[in-house]
């Protein structure tokens, strides 16, 4: 359609699309938002609501859909949640008063990483925005992230890349905002974020990154925020800043103080070790049940929630930290009336962060003040209680946790900001601000009179009806109305005579004459315009209160951060108790000794009468533990469950355990378990040596490391030869070992004991019973016999001719690994006859055949003074010498 054919409010329309081009644009029409053109479309098929068109009789009918104006949000939340942007453009002008086309403007922009409403977000997740940028020239590169709807936010510098997109992996962003021509890296792709390219270079500009957050964080230079020497870093928190300018059209007063991630405070747990653990979700990518957090999740308060899941990413490094919040899980864990009576307060206490967030930005509906008034409400009751515990916990002799005894003297009711609310605002007001309804009755004095009229008008004229019969001894008197006088008094003209003097006549009738007085009219003029003058008087009261309530934002985000606090330890102290927890011992050495442990996840699904508990040490004579057993009998558990313990205990939560000694972990690794990934063009051998590859990179002293299975994407020697010089490795490293717990199928590691200095061997013990095989599922001492692999296929269902046919196969496999030689390798022997075997396709009786060549030089073979780099050279000859014949 041309420009010359399309109506003013079309051509307004138009110009205002055309500065959001990617954005489904809600332009509003009295009390609808219309879409139209291609966003009509969009809207209607997204939200499958009615698809109509404009102008159905013209030739260029435009297409056209909408939904109510005080509707509006669910639908957004709809698009926003489905990945869209959604421009809200609004009438800035009342329509009555305008002079022509009413004035319209963009109020601001919906993104997934910007939104702040409660619909759209989950409780207990944190919303992030992020930006990265990588500077190739420099080799150095910078992450951002912020969650806008409670104004926190965070990021890191760091001279390597992988890095950068590791942390931004971990994050989890929703919304991401790259440089132009940027994108996520292939084996990243599992980055679930809406991806933003910065609508100019500008936005990464180090300049104008400077200016703006000097500006935002009103400090003098970036030295006091740890900036100053982090130029890409910089860049990255400025396009945060020019996106939320571009989006929100307003200042953003309520962001936080910008806080350089310290990654020595915390350890490190990588993407692939949350994954493996399944802390956030389960290795089929679904949340809830079956991960640690849904079991550690006791909290009652969406503030509680998203620290417990911080901590969770960021569990601890220091003693001090750690102890101090143990005491005052212990503090909720040990008074068992004390934690339900708590939990019961902050039922009724609602998000503060958020909720005071949308105050300061001017988005907060008349419902998030009353959530504010009722959990202002709550404060009170749960300081009096503590200080109540405080008392008794003195009384009997027991010492108060040092942070709970912090938070209750420096705790803050809040009773101003309560009280203010509590007289001004109805407990059930209207969604929308701009109809009246809000507010109480004795809150102001000029509102009062409104309200009276608005709700009480003809009450009001029957009071002034009565007066003037009292008065003037006029008991006949009458009250009408017609649209020319509007209200009058009616009398007969028998009593013509009584009429007072300021009656003023304003029509004769047959038998009567009608009057008005200054009061009526006075009255009538307010009856007609109080319902206006209230909706206007409300706005501007609800205005200011929200203005006054805005500026305490400081105290509520303290007192957020004192109720988060509160949550997460009582939470963890609920786990505790629910699940038979015990406090374990943190200490700065390397010892870790689980006595009785469990999986806490595993034990949670499957019920703790079923669940055999598991004991174990880790010291210097035992830095590498090496489990073998079959498949199926818990080696993948065990070695997990020492990995949660760790997590658990580092963030200051009990574990579940007998008994726990444990020495603090900088990093946990995990490898456990790999599977091919056909989008970034990676087989399962690929993604097992990638990870293996990070943890001897990246491993130091104060790790633990747990590995399932190296080796086993593979060939048999290639495995057994890279799982051999792996264990070397480990235990090479860090001056004595790295804390390993290594489970394989490749019993030859076994005789690795003795020969490796703090390696030790354990299984998974069997016990095998009338021809079935019982998995004990306990950690005991020693390698494992055999692997029962065919048992194995056989509880899983195999047929039985197949188990009944491997059966016979095993049978032959071990005769001639028996003939082969007693010093040769098991492995060596076998492979030998693997071929003649798979050939006959039945057994094989004759006699063994002349020794190989290779089994000769087996025999003559140093093999423990070969370096893993000479073994993995001398395998491959001789593959190729076996492939050649």
């Known amino acids: 359609m041309s420009t010359q054919k399309l109506t003013p409010m079309f051509q307004q329309y138009l110009e205002i699309k055309e500065e959001h081009p990617d954005s489904l644009l809600f332009f509003r029409m009295g009390d609808f938002y219309e879409l139209f053109f291609e966003d009509a479309e969009v809207a209607a098929r997204e939200l499958q609501i009615t698809l109509t068109c404009r102008n159905p009789n013209s030739e260029s009918k435009i297409p056209m859909c909408g939904v109510p104006h005080h509707a509006a949000r669910a639908y957004i939340s709809q698009l926003v949640e489905k990945g869209f942007t ?39 997740s944190n919303n992030f925005l992020s930006a990265l940028l990588w500077d190739e020239s420099k080799s150095s590169g910078g992450l951002a992230w912020m969650d806008f709807s409670t104004g926190q936010w965070s990021g890191l510098q760091s001279k390597n890349e992988t890095e950068l997109w590791q942390w931004a992996l971990k994050v989890n962003p929703r919304e991401m905002i790259l440089p132009q021509g940027k994108g996520i ?78 990654l020595s405070k915390f350890m490190i747990l990588d993407e692939v070790t949350e994954r493996n653990l399944e802390l956030f979700k389960r290795l089929d990518g679904r949340k809830g049940r079956g991960t640690l957090l849904a079991v550690l999740d006791k909290t009652i308060t969406p503030m509680g929630g998203r620290l417990l899941a911080e901590r969770l990413k960021q569990p601890w490094r220091d003693l001090v930290p750690i102890e101090q919040n143990q005491r005052a899980v212990s503090f909720f864990f040990e008074d068992d009336s004390l934690r339900a009576r708590v939990r019961e307060l902050l039922a009724t206490v609602y998000d503060l962060e958020r909720l005071s967030t949308r105050v300061v930005l001017g988005r907060a509906t008349p419902k998030d003040f009353i959530g504010l008034r009722q959990s202002l409400k709550t404060l009170p009751p749960i300081q009096e209680f503590l200080i109540t515990a405080t008392r008794t916990c003195e009384e009997d002799g027991r010492a108060m946790a040092p942070k709970l005894r912090t938070i209750v003297s420096q705790w803050d009711n809040m009773r101003d900001v309560e009280d203010l609310l509590e007289k001004s605002l109805v407990d059930s007001p209207p969604p929308v601000i701009t109809e009246g309804g809000l507010f109480k009755t004795g809150f102001n004095s000029e509102l009062d009179e409104l309200i009276q009229l608005t709700e009480h008008g003809e009450s009001t004229l029957s009071d002034l009806l009565e007066h003037e019969k009292q008065v003037n001894d006029l008991p006949k008197l009458k009250l009408g109305y017609n649209k020319v006088f509007g209200y009058y008094f009616e009398l007969s003209k028998a009593f013509k005579g009584q009429v007072p003097d300021y009656f003023e006549r304003r029509q004769t009738l047959v038998n009567s004459e009608r009057y008005i007085t200054p009061q009526l009219k006075e009255l009538e003029e307010k009856l007609l315009s109080a319902s206006e003058k209230r909706k206007t008087l409300e706005y501007n009261m609800f ?87 079959p498949n199926m009998a818990g080696k993948s558990t065990v070695l997990r469950q020492v990995a949660l313990m760790g997590i658990m205990a580092q963030i200051g939560s009990y574990i579940p355990a007998g008994k726990g000694r444990i020495g603090l972990m900088d990093r ?90 703090g390696l030790r061997n354990f299984n998974i013990a069997v016990r095998e019973w009338k021809g079935d095989i019982l998995f004990l599922r306990r950690l005991v001492p020693g390698p494992a016999d055999k692997s029962y692999g065919i048992e194995v296929a056989r509880l899983a269902g195999v047929p039985k001719p197949v188990v009944v046919r491997a059966r016979e196969i095993l049978a032959e496999l071990e005769e001639k690994s028996r003939t082969s030689g007693e010093h040769a390798p098991r492995t060596t022997a076998v492979q030998s006859i693997l071929p003649g075997m798979l050939c006959s396709g039945s057994s094989n009786k004759e006699a063994p055949p002349e020794d190989h060549a290779i089994v000769k030089e087996l025999r003559n073979l140093d093999v423990n003074g070969l370096s893993p780099i000479e073994a993995l050279t001398l395998l491959n000859q001789w593959k190729k010498s076996l492939g050649d014949n």
């Open 86 to 124: 959604v421009t809200i453009c609004d009438q800035i002008e009342d329509p009555k008063q305008a002079k022509g086309l009413v004035k319209r403007a963009v109020t601001y922009v919906y993104t997934p990483g910007t939104v702040i409403e409660d619909d759209t977000l989950s409780a207990k």
């Open 185 to 262: 890296p292939p084996q990243y792709c599992d980055i679930d974020a809406r991806i933003t390219p910065a609508p100019s270079a500008g936005y990464f500009n180090l300049k104008s990154a400077q200016d703006r957050i000097l500006e935002v964080q009103k400090v003098a230079d970036l030295a006091s925020l740890d900036l100053e020497d982090k130029p890409q870093l910089t860049q990255a928190c400025g396009a945060l800043l020019a996106y939320l300018r571009q989006t929100q059209m307003q200042e953003f007063t309520h962001l936080g103080e910008f806080n350089v991630l310290n």
């Open 543 to 629: 205005q200011k209160i929200r203005e006054e309530v805005a500026g305490n934002r400081s105290r509520f985000m303290f007192m957020a951060d004192a109720v988060a606090g509160i949550d997460f330890w009582q939470g963890l102290a609920e786990a505790a108790r629910v699940n038979r927890w015990v406090c374990p011992e943190v200490h700065a050495g390397m010892e870790v000794i689980i006595e009785e442990g469990r999986h806490p996840v595993v034990e949670a699904v499957q019920g703790s009468a079923n669940y055999i508990p598991n004991s174990l040490t880790i010291d210097e004579k035992r830095r590498i533990l090496l489990i073998t057993g």
């Open 668 to 757: 946990v690794f995990s490898r456990v378990g790999a599977s091919d990934n056909l989008a970034q063009g990676q087989s399962t051998f690929m993604v097992e040596m990638m990870e293996t590859a990070r943890i001897l990179r990246q491993a130091s002293m104060r790790s633990l490391v747990i590995l399932d299975e190296i080796g086993r994407g593979t060939s048999t020697f290639d495995g057994l030869a890279l799982a051999w010089a792996v264990v070397e490795e480990l235990s090479r490293r860090a001056k004595g070992g790295i804390r390993t717990l290594f489970a394989t199928h490749y019993h030859e590691l076994t005789s690795l004991e003795g020969v490796i200095e």
